[in-house]
């Protein structure tokens, strides 16, 4: 199994509680299309060709779409549960507030929690292996809000 790779980096937000301490984020290594996604589920053994898993999985995003904007959430057994969220501006009497106070729509993730989940935060800490690498720049850190990663 691959290590996951850490970056040390350092608070340098002298307003955050946590200035000064050192934290560690995690390096992401590449993003992955439908297309790599399909031909590794193919390496895994299934008979299905690459361009038929590649079939379901488009139909599988369109229904995702189409069930998320009728107001539904998804569970995936195992992986979590997805849902839709809204930014809005105020208004001030209930009256005034229209779709027009709207102003951003997000895709939300609860991961499964559950004990048979293999993608529970517990199970994923327990199996995943680590190697911590040298320290981001100060440039990359300083825009940090957060106390830690």
């Known amino acids: 199994m691959a290590k996951l790779k850490i970056l040390k980096y350092k608070n340098n937000n002298s307003k955050n509680a946590a200035y ?4 560690g984020r995690l390096m992401l290594m590449d993003t992955l299309n439908t297309n790599d996604l399909c031909r590794h589920i193919m390496k895994h053994g299934t008979i299905f060709t690459p361009d038929v898993v590649k079939g379901v999985i488009e139909r599988f995003v369109m229904c995702f779409e ?5 107001g539904n ?22 009256e ?3 779709a027009n106070n709207v102003k951003a729509i997000r895709i939300k993730f609860i991961g499964d929690q559950s004990k ?29 809000n957060g106390a830690g990663a």
């Open 66 to 70: 189409e069930l998320l904007l009728e």
């Open 96 to 98: 005034q507030f229209t």
């Open 73 to 94: 959430k998804i569970k995936l057994d195992g992986l979590g549960t997805f849902y839709l969220s809204v930014s809005t501006e105020g208004a001030l009497s209930e």
């Open 20 to 23: 000064g301490k050192t934290y």
């Open 116 to 144: 048979e989940s293999e993608y529970a935060t517990k199970m994923l800490t327990n199996k995943a292996k680590f190697q911590s690498m040298g320290n981001e720049s100060a440039s990359e850190s300083e825009g940090e």
